[in-house]
């Protein structure tokens, strides 16, 4: 069976690299993108199963790529996990008002992140036993 | 909202946010080490490591009590004692 494709948009090289480690390790493919443009750039050369977006990027926001998103059809049909290192009053509310799937504070937990990633992609439940700092959590 | 409150505003705002990211890249990192992902650790290494995350851990709590003004937990339950103590008296 084919990996599942998700695409990280984050400006921040170090939490791209961060996340491809964790999701390689649960056999997911990643594709990369640092700033809004390319969001959706990569989004139409690699029609991922699911993108995790950063709110804060160059070339327009995480609302904006969701915007653009949303405008093709073929990329308005995947799910979209926020996370983001803004405050969630406000933004949460707002991003799923924008149509995404989960808003997830940085620094995210691993264990939430996976499962949230497993629901949205329609998954069965990981057997992934969340590290110790998952449960604090960092 | 007055021009110094406003500042004081996007000044924590962008502490917050920075502090978050530099925590999320410790705790990705560190929690990679320790699962091994990136090749096994002794035992002394995988201790050292578990300080580290451990003090980015109390980091994270100073922040969400502080900067983003959501109670701390401990101060929280201090202070319902108080009013417990408030009420028997």
Redesign the interface.
């Known amino acids: 069976m084919d990996s599942k494709k998700i695409l990280i948009v984050d400006d921040?090289a170090?939490?791209r690299l961060?996340?491809h480690?964790?999701l390689k390790?649960n056999q997911y493919e990643t594709f990369f993108a640092a700033d809004a443009f390319a969001a959706v750039a990569e989004a139409r050369k690699h029609r991922p199963d699911l993108v995790i977006l950063d709110l804060?990027l160059p070339a327009g926001d995480g609302f904006t790529v969701m915007e653009r998103l949303k405008q093709v059809p073929f990329l308005a049909v995947i799910p979209v996990i926020v996370v983001s290192?803004?405050?969630g009053l406000g933004n949460q509310k707002r991003a799923h008002e924008a149509g995404a799937k989960a808003f997830l504070?940085?620094?995210?937990n691993?264990a939430e992140l996976l499962a949230v990633i497993r629901q949205a992609l329609g998954e069965p439940a990981g057997t992934k036993k969340p590290?110790?700092?998952?449960q604090?959590?960092? | 909202m007055t021009e110094p409150a406003r500042r004081s505003s996007e000044l924590t705002a962008y502490l917050s946010h920075e502090l978050r990211n530099a925590l999320a890249c410790i705790h990705q990192f560190g929690n990679i080490l320790v699962d091994g992902l990136a090749g096994e650790m002794s035992g002394e290494q995988r201790e050292y490591v578990h300080i580290m995350l451990e003090n980015a851990s109390k980091i994270r709590k100073v922040l969400d009590s502080t900067l983003d003004g959501t109670p701390d937990p401990i101060e929280e339950s201090n202070e319902q004692n108080r009013r417990v103590s408030k009420l028997e008296t």
């Open positions: 921040n170090d939490i961060g996340m480690l964790r390790a804060g290192a803004r405050d504070q940085k620094p995210v691993d590290t110790l700092y998952d604090g959590s960092v």
